[in-house]
């Protein structure tokens, strides 16, 4: 997502949730397919070919119908939505802030180390950092999103609040390599965007940005922040996807990795997600922007 405009909204904090909210669902529904596919390359551990992709991808769905197949990639969709629309409204409302809080208290500090102009856009990088970091609150719903879509099984027929009751802590497994993927993941996708916009479309006041500039942004950001962040997110995704008993540690499963798949396994479904990651966060970010002000009428 591009930098938010970092000054004093005119929109109430009520508008900026529900437009963001609203950004988030309507996100899920259109991306929510191509992301399970990523996250069953990612868990796979077998070599991938044209002859295995169905069985990858659709698992115990390859031979249905159309229909059957397209429906069988939106598991846990509860569970998704529930954190899409938590990281988004952070995400929006996040960054602006953290921004906010470095212009005012350490915007000298950043401007005599870097410069006006460099210090302006690590300030934006820096925030998105830090919100990135602070989402590892909203773990236990993405691990129990990755778990509905690549390994079911751990459910049980257990519901969402015996799950909480039953795993407590367990949910949180993978925190500290959340948190790494996160921070320099989020310092590419907010500082790419910004430096795009800076350097590359000539945009100072990122509020006046153009739709045209962005998508151009997005995408640079999205593309710069998501290649960043693919190994670790790779080892994430395998730590989540274990039954709740098995507990595996990182360091385990990146020798595992590098023994039986290759360097090149912490990269699996980085394709899928960068085809799809310009016209994701150009339409997300479209989409929240227009809304908030729309909502910013009525609250």
């Known amino acids: ?19 963001s909210g609203a950004s988030g669902v309507a996100e899920l529904l259109v991306f929510h397919p191509v992301d399970t596919i990523a996250k069953r390359l ?20 390859a031979s249905s119908g159309l229909g059957r197949k397209l429906f069988s990639l939106f598991p846990g969709l509860g569970y998704a939505a529930g954190y899409k629309v938590a990281q988004r409204i952070y995400k929006f409302g996040g960054q602006p802030w953290f921004n906010d809080l470095l212009v005012s208290r350490y915007k000298t500090q950043f401007t005599n180390a870097f410069g006006e102009r460099r210090g302006r856009m690590i300030m934006q990088a820096t925030a998105g950092s830090l919100t990135g970091i602070g989402e590892v609150v909203l773990l236990p719903l993405d691990a129990l999103k990755i778990k509905r879509q690549v390994n079911p099984e751990a459910f049980r027929g257990r519901g969402v609040v015996r799950i909480f009751m039953e795993e407590g802590t367990t949910l949180y497994r993978g925190w500290g390599w ?5 921070a320099p993941g989020s310092f590419a996708l907010f500082g790419a965007s910004a430096v795009t916009k ?7 006041d990122y509020s006046k940005a153009t739709w045209g500039q962005n998508f151009v942004a997005s995408i640079a950001g999205a593309v710069a922040s998501i290649t960043v962040a693919a190994p670790l997110d790779t080892v994430k995704t395998r730590i989540q996807n274990a039954n709740f008993e098995n507990k595996v540690s990182g360091v385990t499963v990146i020798k595992e990795m590098v023994k039986n798949e290759g360097m090149t396994a912490f990269f699996k479904g980085l394709t899928p997600k960068i085809l799809v990651v310009g016209p994701k966060l150009v339409f997300s970010y479209t989409l929240a922007q227009s809304l908030i002000p729309l909502f910013g009428k009525y609250v």
Do not use: D, Q, W
């Open 1 to 19: 997502m591009s930098p938010v405009p970092s000054g004093k909204s005119k929109e109430s904090g009520t508008a900026r949730v529900l437009g």
């Open 198 to 204: 800076e350097y590359a479309l000539g945009v100072t």
């Open 42 to 61: 990612m868990s796979n551990k077998n070599k991938v070919s044209l002859s295995t992709l169905s069985s990858i991808v659709f698992r115990e769905h």
């Open 178 to 182: 959340t948190m790494a993927r996160n």
